[in-house]
């Protein structure tokens, strides 16, 4: 990867990681990768915004990125740290050991992390204060303190004279970027609509569970003029940045509820008994013309299935009880949707049962503060009856109908 221009002497660094094995966060796959981007100003002091994590050979590539326009680690003058996670800044401990002169700007909470993360002691840091200007020759640089989204230490950077703002994880997606194709105005409408949907998963992954913090910093950079958005993580939006700025605003507020008029079905059967009413399911929801979208655990990714479930305004589970309980690999689900605070949702459970039932009072319990509107169940022994299934039916009528009003 080359360095490439992005407005005068404001340069963008990346690398991708490729490495189909690796798992985001530790956590999350990625099949298509993910970009770490960090930003370079060439100016009368030098100015790095975020750097990279210390994995496969990143820091060299940032080096020999930075030797394309003439500049080596010890060149840099101004650090700013926007963001303390290692993915961001992983490559500080060894940058710092290189360049002693570097100035850190970073914010308050951030700097007893330089030390916790990199051994950075806090007298390289400058901490910053909200809205304060940093002239560095033709470039103003204005900090913003922005916590939560991602890291309660984090900020964002914004150029005032170009009106560029240096989001880091904000904005940010999954997939790999070609380096001949690093503006939304470079990408074809087809890896657009791949980046808007990995914007979605990567926020319902890393993001969601700080939406209202989300929408207290959209609310804050509302007055900003942003003609460019430079993320840590995706492409760069430049030609219309209000695609994705309206994206974050609608996933935020879907913390808030309603979300789209969407159903996420997940499910999970032992010996088919619950499968079996699974096209039923399906079905009815469609003839409602209620989007629907289909996951299986075990099998189904759970990054894949929070996106799903985090734009839908309804979610359904189709388990069978498991030794008095839900389908143990169901009950991770549920935690995890919990976790992320996927929450304002209208939600129907299915499933069968073998000697005894329980799955249905474990998910009652599992599920008392998620803040779900649980509208209904529906549980039967062994295999589904006709008269089973033609409840279901009407049961999935009326679920329908609660959501259509919900989403009107
Ligand atoms: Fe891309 Fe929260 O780090």
Redesign the pocket.
């Known amino acids: 990867m080359h360095i490439k221009p992005v407005v005068d002497d404001i340069y963008r660094l990346s690398v991708n990681i490729e490495d189909t094995n690796y798992l985001f966060e530790g956590i999350w796959p990625i099949p298509h990768g993910i970009s770490?981007n960090g930003y370079l100003i060439k100016a009368e002091k030098n100015v790095l915004i975020d750097l990279t994590q210390d994995i496969f050979s990143f820091p060299q590539e940032f080096v020999q990125q930075m030797g394309g326009v003439a500049l080596d680690i010890e060149d840099i003058d101004i650090l700013v740290v926007n963001?303390m996670?290692p993915?961001?800044s992983g490559w500080l401990r060894e940058f710092c050991k290189r360049n002693s002169k570097a100035v850190i700007y970073c914010t308050k909470k951030a700097v007893p992390l330089l030390n916790a993360f990199a051994g950075v002691p806090a007298e390289r840091a400058i901490a910053i204060s909200d809205g304060m200007i940093l002239e560095v020759g033709d470039y103003q640089l204005q900090f913003f303190d922005t916590p939560n989204i991602?890291?309660p230490e984090?900020m964002m950077t914004y150029e005032r004279k170009r009106k560029i703002l240096f989001s880091?994880?904000a904005f940010?997606s999954y997939g790999s970027i070609d380096e001949n194709a690093i503006f939304d105005d470079q990408v074809s409408s087809e890896k657009h609509a791949f980046f808007e949907q990995e914007a979605l998963r990567y926020y319902a992954n890393?993001v969601a569970t700080f939406s209202p913090f989300v929408l207290k910093g959209l609310e804050k950079l509302s007055g900003l003029e942003v003609k460019v958005i430079c993320p840590?993580?995706g492409i760069i939006w430049r030609e219309n940045p209000a695609v994705i700025i309206n994206h974050y605003q609608r996933y935020a507020e879907y913390c808030k509820g309603p979300a789209e008029r969407e159903v996420t079905v997940v499910w999970s059967s032992m010996y088919g008994n619950t499968k079996q009413v699974l096209n039923l399911v399906i079905e009815t929801l469609r003839k409602r013309d209620i989007p629907v979208h289909v996951f299986q655990v075990p099998g189904d990714e759970i990054g894949y299935i929070l996106a799903s479930a985090w734009k839908s305004a309804g979610l359904i589970f189709g388990m069978p009880t498991y030794e008095y309980k839900m389908f143990p690999p169901m009950a991770h689900v549920i935690d995890e949707l919990q976790v992320k605070k996927v929450t304002n949702k209208k939600v129907f459970r299915f499933g069968s049962y073998g000697w005894s039932g329980g799955a249905q009072k474990d998910f009652e319990n599992k599920t008392e503060k998620s803040g779900w509107d649980k509208l209904g169940y529906y549980e039967w022994q062994g295999a589904p009856t006709d008269q089973d299934k033609a409840a279901i039916q009407q049961e999935l009528h009326t679920y329908c109908d609660a959501l259509i009003e919900f989403t009107s």
Do not use: L, N, V
Request: glycine residues 8%.
């Open positions: 770490i963001h996670e993915d961001h991602h890291w984090t880091c994880d940010g890393i840590s993580h």
